[in-house]
């Protein structure tokens, strides 16, 4: 993989995470080489390979068959997965791989979207897509709107058990993008969604690639690859260039 921007900068030693929060983002790397079964095991997911997100990428797509490990490469690249041997970079910042340092200093900075969508069933929309934030009027106008956004402009006092697939899965993007993430992590973002409703969702992420957001999608979907402008694929659990 050709090494761009970011990818070049010199090692740097570990920096006070504010710090790094307040800085302007610039990439993310991650440099892996082996993960750790559940029984302890070693296997190798992306041996001697590197992800990199410079600051020239608007979007990435991770492709790859089923079990290839693009959901284990999004864990990482999220901070909730540091069991593997090998650094994370953010903003060319050696950072401590600890989960529960990378999950703090990713608030603000990396929104995640799982594949299977984790809401409060007996909770209304709305209160799923604030969990943890003001319910000031800002806030409950901007949930508004990136709901109408993903096509559910009627949906926020909808209790969130009664939610089909599709609708949960757009749900929880809203949820994400409403803490206004500057690099949006999607695992399969169009998997349970009907193709006029993914077209809805592919605008979306081309829109959020022009407001500034960097988008990075693990995804089947060939359509989802053609709207990012790289793809990397997992293949005999390496990770290689389109």
């Known amino acids: 993989m050709t090494l761009r921007g970011?990818?070049?900068?010199?090692?740097?030693p570990l920096m006070d995470l504010d710090m790094v929060a307040a800085r302007p983002?610039?990439?993310?790397?991650?440099?892996?080489k082996r993960v750790r079964e559940p029984n302890g095991d070693r296997r190798t997911l992306v041996a001697d390979s590197r992800?990199?997100?410079t600051e020239r990428d608007g979007s990435v797509a991770i492709r790859g068959r089923s079990g290839a490990g693009k959901t284990t490469?999004?864990?990482?690249?999220?901070?909730?997965?540091?069991?593997?041997?090998g650094e994370y970079r953010l903003d060319g910042i050696l950072l401590p791989k600890s989960v529960r340092e990378l999950v703090r200093i990713r608030q603000g900075t990396i929104g995640y979207v799982t594949q299977v969508p984790r809401l409060l069933t007996d909770r209304s929309v709305l209160d799923n897509v604030l969990l943890g934030l003001s319910h000031a009027s800002h806030?409950?106008?901007?949930?508004?709107l990136l709901l109408e956004r993903v096509g559910l402009p009627l949906y926020q006092r909808k209790r969130a058990g009664r939610l089909s697939g599709g609708e949960a899965q757009r749900v929880a993007l809203v949820q994400t993008l409403v803490r206004r993430p500057r690099i949006l992590l999607a695992d399969e973002p169009t998997g349970s969604l009907d193709e006029e409703t993914e077209r809805v969702i592919l605008n979306l992420l081309v829109d959020l690639q022009s407001e500034g957001v960097r988008v990075v999608v693990a995804s089947h979907s060939d359509l989802v690859a053609d709207i990012c402008g790289r793809s990397v694929w997992i293949r005999e659990k390496r990770l290689v260039a389109a």
């Open 139 to 144: 806030a409950v106008e901007e949930a508004g």
């Open 73 to 85: 490469l999004l864990r990482m690249l999220a901070g909730l997965d540091a069991d593997y041997d």
């Open 6 to 12: 970011a990818d070049v900068v010199a090692a740097s």
């Open 51 to 53: 992800f990199v997100l």
């Open 25 to 32: 983002l610039v990439g993310l790397r991650v440099d892996a």
